[in-house]
């Protein structure tokens, strides 16, 4: 799922750039993508959709949250991991991620197939939650979002 998710990345410069699910599902098997990831992924964009749209009105209140404090669940460490709540800390703090954003991708990283995410995936959760966003991303943290340190794991 996760290359799928780095493919639509680096082949649409913007979510509208995307086709319909059914010919983006056609493209992504003609790329090679197993049939069970596409579902995947699609599966994902669509929850990502859903929640941004239930999230983003919260938007108007931005400015109060930005200097509230997130204290994470027991469930969200768990479901999470360390590793992915410290890089969404790190996104935060430096002005990438708001907190409506945060809480799109603790929503969307929550939807993942697995538990704890790997640092390679959150930030891969990470950059498609700014892409479908269109959000305005610091270089330097483009460039993390980008590296790839440990691999992908596609599962």
């Known amino acids: 799922m996760y290359d799928i ?6 082949n649409y410069y913007t979510p509208q750039a ?11 098997a003609a790329a090679g993508f197993e049939h069970e990831d596409i579902d ?12 941004t749209e ?13 200097d509230a404090a997130r204290v994470y669940t027991d469930e969200e460490y768990a479901a999470l991991g360390t590793e992915a709540i410290g890089f969404i800390s790190f996104l935060e703090n430096s002005g990438s991620l708001s907190p409506v954003l945060r809480e799109i991708l603790i929503e969307a990283a929550q939807a993942a ?3 704890p995410l790997s640092l390679a995936e959150i930030k891969v959760l990470a950059l498609m939650v700014l892409w479908s966003q269109e959000a ?3 270089h330097l943290v483009f460039e993390e979002l980008l590296t790839d340190d440990e691999g992908r794991q596609s599962h």
Request: one cysteine or more; proline letters at 4%.
């Open 113 to 115: 197939d697995h538990s």
């Open 18 to 28: 995307c086709p319909r699910a059914e010919v983006l599902a056609s493209k992504l």
């Open 5 to 10: 998710l780095v493919y639509l990345f680096e």
């Open 40 to 51: 995947d992924a699609l599966n994902w964009l669509r929850d990502l959709a859903s929640t």
């Open 54 to 66: 239930r999230c983003l009105p919260l938007a108007v209140m931005r400015d109060a949250q930005r």
């Open 136 to 138: 305005e991303v610091d």
